[in-house]
């Protein structure tokens, strides 16, 4: 009876949690110990100080990769909500639970796939901010931002404007197409590449054409869409090929490989305008969260 009610006595350490979480959020520990400010021996250490705290492994190698057992699988759903729970309570003891409006705008490619986890996320912490969420292409939130109509957004770097947006990662342009679409035989008939591709102005438009005319492949544009969801679409049809990043790329889609020349790369950049000062809070908060989604994407 003693050992029973001292394995249920044990309280599990929100520091080593904390460490599991970050490290299976990024992917390797020794990610998460940069991140956390700590080295990695130490994070490794925690790490086995939780599962001995379990009695029960939590993380196995998969290849490269960790992976979560049966029973880390479990520790990681209650982690997070011990971690939110322990966070919240020390804002509200220093009254820096946030109040107000936060203004955010995402190009459309971060604002379908990694919106919906940022803002839960942050709701869940400031339940007291309202949210004003826009998806729209990078001209539109440019042009917020100058007009002061968004305090932040997340788009790509626009090319050829100096502007004071951190970069936070750079993505590969892919080549993406319908598996039935065979874009060998249309280059080896002369056939022009069916493009599928945003209305001007677009940097990856612009991108494609530039890398095709480069090397001397004929193109035509046989779709023009002002929507992300339209583009995806006539992808997905066989309409053509488009040029874009693997973020949000639908699962029936696949990238062209080697068949086309590479279009190269695009950062993406977070900008963000002025603001009060629980703003300046939001805007901070938000942008680390949004960092933390585009990092575990790339």
Same mark, same amino acid.
């Given at each position: 009876m003693r050992m029973i009610m001292e394995k249920l006595?044990?309280?599990?350490? +929100?520091? %080593? @949690?904390?460490?599991f979480v970050t490290g299976m959020e990024c992917?390797? #520990?020794? @990610? %998460?110990?940069?991140? /956390?400010?700590? *080295?990695?021996? %130490?994070? *490794?250490?925690?790490?086995?100080?939780?599962?001995?705290?379990?009695?029960?492994?939590l993380v196995v190698k998969n290849g490269r990769h960790l992976?979560?057992?049966?029973?880390?699988?479990i520790v990681m759903g209650y982690a997070r909500r011990l971690l939110m729970l322990n966070d919240e309570a /020390?804002? %509200?003891?220093? =009254?820096?639970? +946030?109040?107000?409006?936060?203004?955010?705008?995402?190009?459309?490619? #971060? =604002?379908?796939s990694l919106m919906p986890g940022i803002l839960g996320q942050f709701k869940r912490h400031h339940p007291g901010m309202r949210i004003i969420a826009r998806v729209a292409r990078n001209r539109a939130l440019l042009d917020a931002l100058d007009d002061n109509a968004l305090?932040?957004? /997340?788009? $790509?770097?626009?090319?050829g404007v100096q502007r004071e947006g951190k970069l936070i990662a750079q993505f590969q342009l892919e080549w993406i197409q319908h598996?039935?679409?065979?874009?060998?035989? +249309?280059?080896?008939? =002369?056939?022009? /590449?069916? +493009?599928?591709?945003?209305?001007?102005?677009?940097?990856?438009?612009?991108?494609?054409?530039?890398?095709?005319?480069?090397? =001397?492949?004929? $193109?035509r544009v046989v779709f023009v869409s002002h929507s992300l969801s339209g583009i995806w679409a006539a992808v997905q049809a066989g309409l053509g090929i488009t040029v874009r990043t693997r973020i949000g790329m639908p699962g029936n889609l696949c990238v062209a490989g080697s068949i086309?020349?590479?279009?190269g790369y695009l950062g993406a950049t977070l900008e963000q305008g002025t603001g009060n000062e629980a703003v300046h809070d939001a805007q901070a908060m938000l942008g680390k969260l949004m960092e933390e989604a585009l990092l575990s994407v790339k």
């Open positions: 006595s044990k309280t599990l350490d +929100l520091d %080593a @949690l904390r460490s992917g390797s #520990f020794a @990610l %998460a110990a940069t991140r /956390l400010c700590r *080295s990695t021996s %130490a994070v *490794s250490a925690q790490l086995k100080k939780l599962e001995q705290q379990c009695g029960t492994e992976a979560l057992t049966r029973n880390g699988e /020390l804002r %509200a003891l220093k =009254g820096e639970l +946030l109040q107000g409006e936060i203004r955010i705008g995402m190009q459309e490619d #971060f =604002g379908e305090d932040m957004a /997340l788009l $790509w770097q626009p090319e598996p039935e679409l065979d874009v060998s035989t +249309l280059l080896s008939q =002369g056939e022009p /590449l069916p +493009l599928v591709m945003f209305d001007n102005p677009c940097l990856m438009r612009s991108r494609a054409i530039a890398c095709l005319d480069r090397a =001397g492949i004929p $193109w086309l020349p590479p279009p």
